[in-house]
């Protein structure tokens, strides 16, 4: 059917309605295209806050993270701290006492020490040690002396459960050692094994620095 065998009034409704349907697809076209475009650029703001949100989270984590972390090392080291000033606070008890001993040694009995033998293992005992080309006899009096610390030396012991021993060491050549060891300081056929504490880095130290190491 062609326009001009048509009427003035239908040519003009049909051209209305041609023009019409065009301005609907072209709408339509344009709504569509206008919809993908807000729904790419939601999902790219929505990423972009995802992504803000999460380096946020990240550096916050971070943060809460580091900030406990030095707290519980700043904790740790305090620990530490009362630990060794602990064990040092004992070494000067013993220090104390000893040189109250010595320098006094009219006000002291003399007291019995055993050796190590394999039946004290698991023991909270005192022993003594000797380095091997030690005089026994002349030093007995200094030892026995000595002795008088054990007492001392298994409360402190006792005090402090984190402690795998004490000791106290002559220049004569012997040690008083408090602990639960003893299967170690002796030989298959039980008897003692001589050790020289004097010759120990830590010792050597002591000495020439006069201080606790």
Not at 109 to 131: A, C, F, N, V, W
Not at 180 to 193: E, G
């Amino acid at each position: 059917m062609k326009l001009q065998h048509l009427g003035i009034r239908k040519q003009i409704l049909y051209l209305t309605l041609a023009c019409s349907l065009i301005t609907l697809l072209v709408a339509g076209s344009i709504a569509v295209f206008g919809m993908f475009r807000i729904k790419s650029s939601s999902e790219d703001i929505s990423n972009q806050l995802g992504e803000a949100a999460a380096s946020d989270s990240s550096k916050k984590i971070i943060e809460v993270t580091t900030t406990s972390m030095q707290q519980l090392s700043s904790e740790h080291a305090d620990k530490i701290d009362n630990f060794f000033y602990g064990l040092t606070w004992d070494v000067n008890v013993l220090a104390r006492e000893m040189t109250t001993i010595l320098s006094n040694p009219q006000n002291y009995s003399s007291r019995r020490i055993s050796q190590p033998s394999r039946d004290m293992e698991g023991k909270l005992t005192s022993k003594i040690r000797y380095k091997a080309d030690v005089n026994r006899e002349e030093i007995a009096r200094e030892v026995g002396l000595t002795a008088n610390l054990q007492d001392l030396q298994v409360r402190l012991y006792d005090e402090k459960h984190f402690v795998g021993s004490n000791y106290v060491t002559s220049q004569s050549g012997f040690t008083i050692i408090t602990d639960k060891v003893a299967a170690s300081l002796v030989d298959a056929n039980n008897n003692p094994v001589p050790v020289d504490f004097t010759t120990r880095p830590w010792y050597l130290k002591a000495v020439t620095e006069k201080k606790v190491i």
